[in-house]
Structures are given as C-alpha cells and as structure tokens.
C-alpha cells in the first residue's frame, strides 16, 4: 500500500514537472514571437540601415543616378578627404564647442533652478512649469525666435540702443556698439600656431581655426534657454530622492547651505549629473533643426555643423559618399558619448 501511494506521489510530481516545463517553453515561445517583430524592424530599418550607410561611405561614387558601390582603392580614401575638407574640420570644431558649452551652462543653470525650486513652498508648481516650457517648444520655433533677437538689425541690438548701453559706450570708446551675433565670422582664441609649434606636422593638415567661433555664442544661448528646463527637472527628481533625515542630520550638525550643498546634496546628485550630461550631450551632439532655422552654416562656417554638412553634401552636392562618410564620423562621436554609459549601466545590473 505505501509502495503504491509513493509511486502515485512520483508520478503526479513528474507530470507537474513536465507540465511546468511545457508552460515554460511556451511562455518562452510566445515571448519571441511577440519580440521578433521588433527585433526585425530594429534590424532591418536601424542596423541594416547603418551598415548600408557604413558601405556607401567606402564607395567610389556612389548617388541614386549611379548605384555603384565599388569600393575606393584604399578602403578609407573617403574619410582621409572627408577629414582633410576645411569646411567639415570647421563643422567638427563648431559641434565639440557648442556640445560642452550647452553641457556646462544648461547642468549650471538647471541645477540652480532646481535648487531654487526646491527651496520654494508657495507656487512651486507654477515655477516648474514656466521653467519647463521651452523644453516643449520645437528647436524650429526656438532657432526661429532666437534668430529675430540675435539678428544685428533688430532685436537685442535695438534693445541695447534704447537701453542707453549703446550711446554709452560709444561716449568712451569712440565708436558704435553694434555687434555682429550670427553674423560676426570671428574666430576668438584661435590655437592653430600653439598646435603647429607643439606637432609641426599638423601645421598642413589643419585647414579651419580651431578657437571659439563668435557667432556660435547665439546658438549656444538659444540651445541652453531650451534645455535648462529639462536639466532641472532631472535635478528636482533627484533632489526628491534625497532623504529628509540626511538633510535634518546636516542642518543638526551645523552645516550651513553651502557646505551641505557641497558636502551632502551635490555627491548625491552625481549619478543624475552623469545621465543629464549623457542626455543632453546626445542631444547636442545631433544638433540640426535648431542651427538651420537659427544660422545655417554661417559665415565663413562658422556656426556649421556636421549634419548640416551631410545634408548639403547627400541633397545637393549629391557627394552620398562624402555625406555617408560624415554620418559615420557623427555616428562614432554619439557612440563615445552614450555607449560608456550603456556599459556601466549593464555592468551595475549584472552585478
């Protein structure tokens, strides 16, 4: 009788395993079949898309009235030109300064509006939303607006003359202040000479000034108007995080508002500084919309940038390998932003 009963227990815990193992494999089955379409589109219109793109940069002449993808005797003959180009060598120099400009001022004054917004009690939620609503603007609208007040003719330069600023300066140095904004071509600060004398080979490669072009301060201020508002509202999540006691236990232990900030609040905030600057810095990095409708190229390049170079070289210079190769350099300099920080993120999540 017991052998009986333990033969019956064996085998309805054999077929629950056996069930169990088929509702998992079906679990499983339907999970992939509920992901590959995704998985199919991703690769198709993302990765497929991106190695077409890396095969035209390689090619000889390729454009959609000669679909010839023959490759350039030397594999990387197009990205040798493409580098050597004085216009791209500008493009590159304008993006890397408007990236770590943007970075700095919209992390600065987003954190001291967090801070400020956080301190507030009465009509804190009205603050939030004034602060935000630039982020909810399209960049068209931004670099639309922001060209009007930085063009010489009106704008802040009007505002400058009937503020009196203007006849006043002109009362002790002699002559009109009228600044040129995006129009100014002035490169300030130019490194070129410290660079030749440091690598005397670069002295013929270098084509373009490599300094702070005057007429990307404008872009700058437009793009940080806009951005601050979502730099703070990262900050004020991660201020929410912070514990109250840790912040009583400061103010117990005399800490004043600097040093508790400095010694307390600013440590607890650096994984959201991290992810701000990744955002944004992608975000910067891709930059387009607002420097067309805001500056285009620029005098002299010097608010041009590398997507408007691989516009202007794929729709109407029709170069689609010139312009391939570009979008790959843009690719590479997103990739060394955002991909260092996928890493550590997986590496903490395996952990």
Same mark, same amino acid.
């Given at each position: 009788?017991?052998?009986?009963?333990?033969?019956?227990?064996?085998?309805?815990?054999?077929?629950?395993?056996?069930?169990?193992?088929?509702?998992?494999?079906?679990?499983?089955?339907? %999970?992939?079949?509920?992901?590959?379409?995704?998985?199919?589109?991703?690769?198709?219109?993302?990765?497929?898309?991106?190695?077409?793109?890396?095969?035209?940069?390689?090619?000889?002449?390729? #454009?959609?009235?000669?679909?010839?993808?023959?490759?350039?005797?030397?594999?990387?003959?197009?990205?040798?030109?493409?580098?050597?180009?004085?216009?791209?060598?500008?493009?590159?120099?304008?993006?890397?300064?408007?990236?770590?400009?943007?970075?700095?001022?919209?992390? !600065?004054?987003?954190?001291?509006?967090?801070?400020?917004?956080?301190?507030?009690?009465?009509?804190?939620?009205?603050?939030?939303?004034?602060?935000?609503?630039?982020?909810?603007?399209?960049?068209?609208?931004?670099?639309?607006?922001?060209?009007?007040?930085?063009?010489?003719?009106?704008?802040? #330069?009007?505002?400058?003359?009937?503020?009196?600023?203007?006849?006043?300066?002109?009362?002790?140095?002699?002559?009109?202040?009228?600044?040129?904004?995006?129009?100014?071509?002035?490169?300030?600060?130019?490194?070129?000479?410290?660079?030749?004398?440091?690598?005397?080979?670069?002295?013929?490669?270098?084509? %373009?000034?490599?300094?702070?072009?005057?007429?990307?301060?404008?872009?700058?201020?437009?793009?940080?108007?806009?951005?601050?508002?979502?730099?703070?509202?990262?900050?004020?999540?991660?201020?929410?995080?912070?514990?109250?006691?840790?912040?009583?236990?400061?103010?117990?232990?005399?800490?004043? %508002?600097?040093?508790?900030?400095? #010694?307390?609040?600013?440590?607890?905030?650096?994984?959201?500084?991290?992810?701000?600057?990744?955002?944004?810095?992608?975000?910067?990095?891709?930059?387009?919309?607002?420097?067309?409708?805001?500056?285009?190229?620029?005098?002299?390049? %010097?608010?041009?940038?590398?997507?408007?170079? !691989?516009?202007?070289?794929?729709?109407?210079?029709?170069?689609?390998?010139?312009?391939?190769?570009?979008?790959?350099?843009?690719? !590479?300099?997103?990739?060394?932003?955002?991909?260092?920080?996928?890493?550590?993120?997986?590496?903490?999540?395996?952990?």
């Amino acid at each position: 009788m017991a052998d009986t009963a333990t033969s019956l227990g064996v085998r309805r815990s054999s077929i629950r395993r056996a069930s169990g193992s088929r509702l998992h494999r079906g679990r499983r089955t339907l %999970a992939a079949a509920l992901f590959a379409p995704t998985l199919l589109v991703v690769g198709i219109f993302v990765y497929g898309f991106i190695a077409f793109t890396l095969r035209v940069s390689v090619s000889k002449d390729y #454009n959609p009235l000669n679909r010839d993808l023959t490759a350039t005797p030397g594999l990387l003959d197009n990205y040798a030109e493409l580098m050597a180009t004085p216009r791209f060598q500008a493009s590159l120099r304008n993006i890397i300064i408007f990236t770590i400009a943007v970075l700095v001022v919209s992390v !600065v004054v987003g954190m001291v509006l967090a801070l400020i917004v956080d301190k507030t009690v009465r009509a804190s939620g009205l603050f939030r939303s004034i602060y935000l609503l630039p982020y909810a603007l399209s960049f068209i609208v931004t670099g639309v607006v922001w060209r009007w007040i930085f063009t010489p003719e009106t704008g802040i #330069n009007l505002l400058l003359q009937a503020s009196g600023v203007s006849g006043l300066y002109q009362s002790v140095t002699g002559e009109p202040l009228k600044p040129g904004w995006i129009t100014d071509p002035t490169v300030a600060g130019s490194v070129n000479d410290l660079i030749a004398a440091v690598f005397p080979g670069a002295a013929d490669f270098l084509q %373009a000034q490599l300094g702070i072009p005057l007429a990307l301060i404008p872009v700058v201020v437009a793009a940080s108007w806009q951005l601050s508002g979502f730099a703070m509202a990262m900050f004020l999540a991660g201020l929410g995080g912070i514990p109250e006691e840790i912040k009583e236990a400061s103010r117990v232990d005399g800490a004043g %508002a600097w040093r508790g900030f400095w #010694n307390i609040t600013f440590p607890l905030l650096r994984p959201t500084i991290v992810i701000a600057l990744v955002l944004l810095g992608h975000v910067a990095l891709k930059s387009f919309d607002l420097f067309y409708a805001m500056v285009g190229s620029g005098p002299g390049f %010097a608010t041009d940038i590398p997507g408007i170079f !691989v516009y202007d070289q794929m729709f109407r210079a029709l170069n689609y390998n010139i312009g391939a190769a570009a979008s790959i350099v843009m690719l !590479v300099l997103v990739s060394v932003v955002v991909v260092p920080y996928l890493a550590r993120t997986y590496a903490r999540e395996d952990a």
